[in-house]
């Protein structure tokens, strides 16, 4: 099956001038917020459940459950400027899916997968009644292994990633870019219990934007993302055999 609509590999780099960040509070989402402003963003939406907790001056603070549909309508109504869409909220409530508590596991997918589907949705019209614009969907080196303890996350992370990949077939007519970012574990407070090696969130963030600006459809923003998707040609069991889980 081939497509006669090109992905779009390239966008002026003038689309991020209005920007809606999701989950920009704290973390990543703070650091997209903080770096769209020094890249000199004309104006970013910086969007939380509790706006009072942004405290990034310079920015349009809205109130945006990504869960609830007549939040992310009255978010889209009120952003009708946006040009690129950061999909960056998310949570991580350490499930597993066989003994795991089912309401966490349902959370965890109408988060990652229909919270993020639920903004695609919206924001789609705007950002094609704008030009086309961009999409980037924060993603995770999950989206390609499984981890014992946090399985719902991984599965939410890995339809994420397919949600990913499918809109931007859909919305290449438009002239959308859609990037998928994926990464390890970043220095933030969802990863604050975590013992192992975390990257810097500027980084990440800096790689994302500059994969953007460059057109990418994917940007894999540190090492043990790169080694866990080079991984996914091979047999499982070499990489579950690798990190000690086979």
């Given at each position: 099956m081939t497509s006669t609509t090109p992905l779009v590999s390239h966008v002026n780099v003038r689309f991020c001038s209005v920007a809606l960040v999701t989950g920009a509070n704290r973390g990543i989402g703070r650091h997209f917020t903080q770096q769209l402003l020094e890249r000199g963003a004309?104006?970013?939406y910086a969007t939380a459940r509790d706006p009072e907790r942004i405290d990034i001056p310079g920015v349009e603070a809205l109130r945006l459950d990504i869960t609830d549909p007549e939040q992310v309508a009255a978010a889209a109504a009120a952003a009708s400027d946006v040009t690129l869409l950061i999909n960056n909220a998310g949570i991580n409530t350490w499930t597993n899916l066989v003994t795991g508590d089912?309401?966490?596991?349902?959370?965890e997918l109408e988060t990652h997968f229909y919270g993020t589907l639920g903004m695609v949705r919206a924001f789609a019209p705007v950002l094609g009644g704008n030009g086309g614009?961009?999409?980037?969907?924060?993603?995770s080196a999950m989206s390609w292994f499984s981890?014992?303890?946090?399985?719902a996350y991984g599965?939410?992370?890995a339809a994420a990633w397919s949600l990913t990949n499918g809109i931007r077939i859909?919305?290449?007519s438009q002239g959308t870019l859609v990037t998928g970012l994926h990464l390890g574990s970043a220095d933030t407070d969802m990863s604050a219990d975590y013992d192992g090696d975390k990257t810097d969130p500027a980084d990440v963030v800096r790689a994302a934007l500059d994969g953007v600006e460059a057109g990418k459809l994917e940007v894999v923003a540190d090492e043990w993302s790169a080694y866990v998707k080079t991984s996914l040609a091979a047999d499982p069991s070499a990489f579950y055999t690798a990190v000690g889980r086979g």
């Open positions: 004309a104006k970013v089912l309401a966490n596991v349902r959370l614009g961009a999409i980037l969907n924060v993603l981890y014992d303890g946090a399985n599965t939410a992370k859909e919305l290449a």
